[in-house]
């Protein structure tokens, strides 16, 4: 593996019921850089997120993630790890304080370091002042906080983030957005979204989905001349079925 | 890690008042019965002492109560067991497990462990009682700690049982009524001896449980409660395993 990346996915194959989600998608991540994975709904995003997390095994092809492969090392390659599905892995009854506790754990963050890394995680997410609130208690844009605290908690060098700011109001989703761009100065991030101006905003590089499979990959400079990144977009994913005007 | 969610799943367990009530509930039932069996053999006891042979204070209240408390360990077990890995999900948050570097045996186990916690309290709280009748004079302490080592094989068995129902579905109500299913069916596998014959006999619970409760410590019921619980919880294991894959 390269070592200017810090994620690394070759060839990745995954098919449910003999449905085949993701077909031999490949990707690569360097520190520092913000990668938006477009696509329609079913285009296999999140199943290449969650493989890329680990929570799903391919069918075919390898991850590496900072060196380590998530199927021949898994603990230790999912310890550089941070990931938000698509619903907030959130537990309502605890307080935020507490859930970032039991996340840092589980992610092996030490004990010395527990306490700055929840500190330095709600401060970024904009929580200092939520946790000794109960998680039930927060608004939608909040909660999402918390989803990204927990997968920033333990420092991890790539983080996953899926549809990040469905479901949130105009300013939530100005604010997330400029906490991913921040994130993205740090670590490596990869960005699951269909929203289009997200990924404008937000990202370094962006890589089309359709059908399982990546059609188109370019830095987003490229779309400061010539066709607009909407304009790839629908003729890429839709074919002929829309007309851009 | 195991400790991490073992902490985490009996701290979850109290906050809904369910468990709180639970212990309420239970423990006002098996002070009942342990009382009115105690008056039961003092109303006999000058009849009990002509016989041969004759079932002592500890075989009337302790070893009553413990067998009353066999069956409704069995019986609530659904109602603790079921969300363990369903309510995680549905909600989503099992994803936050399968991308943090745990492994799945330390999860399974960190769930065990958790609930265990909560039925070793029942059984504490029985034992005290069973343990009181030493301040009314000579008890068979011998027949108590069986009976305590019975509810502790019986708990784990059914723990195991129970974990490996929540990990099949996202519907804590379908984990319920299949582990209750499949407890009771164990229980009352041997109510008629002629279907399944010596089959039935080993594989059932009441039989196992009420030697214990007999006072009498046979390898062969220890091992069968031991064997039943490493299989549920090895097929748990197995199970998020093949489902990741």
């Given at each position: ?155 991890p060098n790539i983080i996953i983030l899926d549809e990040p700011t469905v479901g949130l109001d105009p300013v939530q989703i100005v604010q997330i957005r400029k906490l991913i761009r921040e994130l993205g100065n740090d ?59 | ?151 502790i094989l019986l708990s784990i068995t059914c723990i195991s049982i129970g974990l490996f129902m929540s990990s099949l579905t996202a519907q804590p109500t379908v984990a319920a009524i299949s582990t209750f299913a499949l ?63």
């Amino acid at each position: 593996m390269g070592e200017e990346y810090t994620i690394q996915a070759k060839d990745l194959v995954r098919s449910y019921g003999g449905r085949l989600a993701v077909d031999h998608v490949s990707l690569q991540v360097r520190r520092g850089e913000v990668l938006g994975l477009l696509g329609v709904n079913g285009a296999g995003k999140s199943s290449t997120m969650n493989m890329l997390a680990g929570v799903r095994i391919p069918n075919q092809g390898t991850v590496f993630v900072s060196g380590y492969s998530l199927t021949d090392d898994p603990l230790q390659a999912r310890a550089s790890l941070g990931y938000l599905p698509e619903k907030p892995p959130i537990y309502p009854e605890l307080t935020v304080d507490e859930y970032l506790i039991y996340c840092a754990r589980l992610r092996r963050v030490s004990s010395a370091k527990l306490a700055s890394n929840i500190e330095q995680a709600k401060t970024r997410c904009g929580l200092e002042n939520s946790g000794k609130r109960l998680i039930r208690n927060l608004s939608k844009g909040y909660q999402q906080r918390v989803g990204i605290a927990q997968a920033i908690v333990h420092q991890p060098n790539i983080i996953i983030l899926d549809e990040p700011t469905v479901g949130l109001d105009p300013v939530q989703i100005v604010q997330i957005r400029k906490l991913i761009r921040e994130l993205g100065n740090d670590h490596s991030v990869i960005l699951s979204t269909h929203i289009l101006p997200e990924v404008l905003t937000v990202c370094d590089r962006v890589m089309i989905m359709r059908a399982g499979r990546v059609v188109y990959e370019a830095p987003i400079s490229a779309f400061r001349e010539g066709e607009s990144l909407e304009q790839v977009f629908i003729r890429l994913t839709c074919g002929d079925e829309v007309e851009i005007t | 890690m195991i400790r991490t969610i073992a902490v985490r799943e009996f701290k979850s367990l109290f906050s809904s008042p369910l468990a709180w009530l639970t212990l309420a509930v239970l423990q006002f039932l098996f002070a009942w019965i342990f009382f009115s069996r105690i008056e039961l053999f003092l109303q006999y006891q000058a009849r009990l002492r002509s016989l041969d042979a004759a079932p002592g204070i500890t075989e009337i209240a302790a070893s009553g109560m413990f067998t009353v408390a066999g069956l409704v360990l069995l019986i609530i077990t659904p109602l603790f067991t079921s969300r363990s890995l369903a309510e995680e999900r549905r909600s989503g948050s099992l994803k936050l497990i399968l991308s943090s570097p745990v492994s799945l045996t330390s999860v399974v186990m960190g769930k065990f462990t958790g609930l265990f916690g909560f039925y070793l309290i029942i059984i504490l709280l029985l034992a005290l009682m069973a343990f009181s009748l030493r301040l009314g004079g000579p008890a068979d302490i011998g027949q108590i700690i069986t009976g305590i080592l019975g509810l502790i094989l019986l708990s784990i068995t059914c723990i195991s049982i129970g974990l490996f129902m929540s990990s099949l579905t996202a519907q804590p109500t379908v984990a319920a009524i299949s582990t209750f299913a499949l407890l009771f069916f164990l229980w009352i596998i041997k109510w008629d001896v002629k279907t399944g014959g010596a089959l039935a006999t080993y594989l059932s619970l009441q039989e196992h449980f009420t030697s214990l409760m007999s006072g009498y410590l046979a390898s062969v019921d220890v091992i069968y409660f031991l064997l039943l619980s490493i299989l549920f919880l090895s097929l748990t294991i197995w199970w998020l395993d093949w489902e990741r894959n």
